[in-house]
């Protein structure tokens, strides 16, 4: 017989095992290399790729000073949580957006577990590194601890942490091992059709490039956009002022583009209106124009079409009284038509003649908008200028809300709003882990309010302190992540006082105008800490007197719950609700298939009752039991019996 308390599960606190998710992917795709202990097999996975397998000395790739470390970092568990702060949220009850502020190379690996391959497009707006921003001074080993200092505002010898700028040294590495660790987790996060499109200039645009064809793989490159933000261009440029920043844009791995809506110029060609389609269409010749025009480059593109002057219709054969039209130039040369014969006889009746006056006939091809008031797509460009994309709008957006000088260079919502239409249905989870002033949410709310969707998002922001004699930090904001969440619980407001009018009420509750906020920091539970003790006699001891009551003091049960949670694979927004059974409290998570216990009360009659609602799991703190072996040994029992899967912390 097993002794009382034996055998229940511990619970897992530690983030998702990055090194973990991998292998099992290798697996996956070559099941074959699976040695008999779960490993790898790399002999075996040589042979499975064969020709793919580039052993020589010399790769092609990058490297630079810290890449190898960057892996480790990829690698390390975290155990940090996400405290629930329920007063700086807005409609916490409903909402199904978060702000996270933290440090996000911590927050990225606390997500993995609930949020692993769920995100559909990720934007991003790193520092730029000019030699002017703040780069977050990531310590590998204790990264958790770094932030933890930093948020007290000093490094571990009291130091300032302070901007990186070219004269402090490995200026470029520090950035990219700053990068490297970010957008792999974020990689992992990805839905497979999902993709990631980053802000960048000149500065670090080669290295970028680089670094995310390592990490998505140069087939995944769709792009870099050229955005033009300062038509003037930039006052401190020495050389060539830049007019531009870029968005470069990869897909996890099976991305399609929704494409752009037309602009209201190409809108404006659509001239003409189908009363029998009722759509709106416009004619272009069907000669081709530009390169490969000539008849000599598609001889079998060069036939007759035939034109009835009457009714305009055209056909590939001659009709009585019908005009025959070749494919000429103005100047008499011989061009070539865009559709072969073939497709010339199938879409005929798009095809219209046209009199040109002093040349006779030509044939255009009705191109239509498609449907009235219904909008267009083309596929995206790799230029984007429109005033809506400038950071002119970027600022007076900001400075609407929350008056001028807050915060700097916010991009502009028109830009992600393009983005998020290309890429993103209506209910898709977004994510933006370098939030700033927080235009990601407010794009999203802003296309949702457009076009009905339900999208959700996650932001991510640093507790970077404002500078004492900046506006912001006058107007009481200290921190940048307090201005992500003022700044998007006013743009929630702001979009629904000018949707006012035009929406009917139902679909004006519908929105979602607000959002959850959390705060990274240690796990609620004071766990071993192996590396920190070995042969360290004290520190064994105070570890193991910790275990005695290990909830750090003033957690609360919700913030413990959040941990459970996150650490179960349930996303920061599962309804939860608590009931009480007997004099026990109770916590259901998603509609009761996991059912946490944290506080007094814990009977067998308790347990015996939630086993009868067959949740999938139950977790149930240590402290719950007061040290009663009998009672832990009818839980194991219990929920064993009804195959509920029961784990302790
Ligand atoms: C260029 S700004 C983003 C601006 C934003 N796109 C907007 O429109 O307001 C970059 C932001 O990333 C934040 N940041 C830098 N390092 C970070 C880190 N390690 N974790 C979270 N945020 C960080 C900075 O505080 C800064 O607000």
Request: charge should be negative.
């Amino acid at each position: 017989m097993t002794k009382p308390g034996e055998e229940i599960t511990k619970f897992d606190l530690q983030s998702q095992d990055t090194l973990d998710t991998r292998r099992q992917e290798l697996l996956r795709l070559f099941p074959e290399v699976h040695t008999e202990s779960g490993e790898i097999n790399f002999d075996a996975l040589r042979s499975s790729l064969g020709d793919a397998v580039n052993v020589g000395p010399e790769g092609f790739g990058m490297s630079w000073p810290g890449k190898t470390e960057c892996s480790r970092v990829i690698q390390r568990q975290s155990i940090a949580t996400l405290l629930p702060v329920i007063d700086e949220s807005v409609n916490w009850d409903t909402t199904e957006n978060v702000i996270i502020e933290g440090d996000n190379l911590e927050v990225l690996k606390v997500l993995q577990k609930a949020y692993l391959g769920k995100v559909k497009m990720i934007y991003i707006d790193p520092p730029y590194n000019t030699g002017s921003d703040f780069i977050y001074p990531d310590n590998y080993t204790e990264s958790l601890k770094t932030y933890l200092h930093y948020t007290g505002q000093v490094d571990d010898e009291g130091r300032r942490f302070s901007t990186s700028t070219e004269s402090s040294g490995r200026f470029h590495s520090k950035w990219l091992n700053m990068m490297y660790p970010r957008l792999s987790l974020a990689r992992d996060l990805l839905t497979d059709d999902g993709v990631i499109f980053v802000s960048i200039d000149d500065h670090e645009l080669p290295h970028l490039l680089k670094l995310m064809d390592e990490i998505f793989g140069s087939e995944d490159r769709l792009g870099t956009i050229t955005v033009v933000s300062n038509w003037k261009g930039r006052s401190d440029a020495h050389g060539i002022a830049s007019a531009n920043d870029y968005v470069i844009a990869y897909a996890k791995s099976s991305f399609e583009s929704f494409g752009m809506e037309v602009s209201d110029e190409i809108r404006a060609t659509y001239k003409f209106f189908d009363e029998e389609k009722k759509e709106l269409y416009r004619l272009l010749p069907l000669r081709k124009s530009g390169t490969n025009s000539r008849k000599e480059d598609r001889p079998n593109m060069f036939y007759p079409l035939f034109v009835d002057p009457e009714t305009r219709k055209v056909s590939v054969t001659k009709t009585k009284g019908s005009v025959e039209v070749l494919p000429m130039f103005p100047d008499g040369r011989e061009g070539r038509w865009r559709w072969g014969k073939e497709t010339a006889q199938e879409k005929s009746e798009l095809l219209q003649g046209v009199s040109i006056s002093g040349r006779g006939w030509d044939v255009h091809a009705r191109d239509y908008l498609g449907g009235e008031g219904a909008e267009r797509r083309t596929a995206v460009k790799s230029v984007w200028i429109d005033p809506k994309f400038s950071s002119d709008a970027g600022t007076y957006q900001v400075k609407e809300l929350l008056g001028p000088n807050i915060f700097d260079f916010p991009k502009p919502i028109g830009l992600i709003e393009q983005m998020l239409s290309m890429s993103t249905s209506k209910n898709d989870l977004v994510m933006d882990f370098f939030a700033g002033s927080g235009s990601l949410a407010h794009a999203v709310m802003s296309q949702n309010r457009k076009d009905g969707g339900r999208r959700r998002f996650i932001l991510v922001q640093l507790p970077e302190p404002t500078l004492e004699d900046s506006a912001a930090f006058k107007s009481g904001l200290k921190t940048i992540s307090s201005i992500t969440r003022i700044r998007v619980a006013r743009a929630a407001n702001d979009l629904a006082s000018k949707n006012e009018n035009t929406l009917d009420e139902d679909l004006q509750s519908e929105f979602d105008d607000g959002f959850r906020s959390f705060r990274l920091s240690e796990s609620n539970f004071a766990a071993w800490d192996a590396g920190a003790i070995e042969g360290d006699e004290k520190k064994l001891e105070q570890q193991l007197f910790s275990q005695v009551e290990h909830v750090l003091p003033g957690r609360t049960n919700q913030d413990i719950l959040f941990e459970l949670m996150l650490k179960s694979r349930y996303q920061l927004t599962t309804p939860v609700e608590s009931v009480m059974v007997g004099k026990c409290e109770v916590w259901k998570v998603a509609a009761g298939e996991m059912v946490a216990v944290m506080d007094s009360g814990l009977t067998v009659e308790v347990i015996r009752e939630i086993a009868s609602w067959k949740p999938t799991s139950v977790v149930v703190l240590d402290r719950c039991f007061v040290g009663d072996d009998s009672l832990k040994a009818n839980a194991r029992k219990i929920f064993e019996d009804s195959k509920v899967d029961l784990k302790t912390v």
